[in-house]
């Protein structure tokens, strides 16, 4: 399985990282995880009013997949499970501070054309 990730990936870093932030709400959870750890519900209720329990456990689904995040189940009742960065998630904040840099700057251009 790991060999077959590799192939897939191969050695470009652009394409790499592309092929590993597919999701749409990949960058955006990443940056609401970079900001502390997790629970679902917390996410959810930080996440557009449109998005299902089911898009948004296939979204965190891929993202652990990926080694970006990890899921902490706790064996208590009611369940209890948390959502953090990885520590190559966390490499990952700097890209997540540039984009919000570019995104405000971005905003700013669209508003005055």
């Known amino acids: 399985m790991a060999n077959q990730k590799k192939e897939l990936f191969g050695v470009c870093p652009y394409v790499t990282s592309q092929k590993v932030l597919t999701g749409k709400w990949s960058m955006y959870i990443l940056y609401l995880l970079s900001r502390g750890t997790l629970r679902f519900n917390e996410l959810q209720r930080q996440m557009p009013e449109n998005m ?15 080694g970006l995040i990890i899921r902490k189940e706790y064996s208590q009742i009611p369940p209890k499970v948390e959502y953090s960065l990885s520590d190559i998630g966390k490499k990952f904040e700097k890209v997540l501070v540039t984009l919000e840099e570019w995104g405000n700057e971005y905003i700013e251009y669209m508003h005055t054309k």
């Open 52 to 66: 299902t329990h089911a898009t948004l456990s296939r979204q965190l689904k891929a993202l652990e997949d990926e």
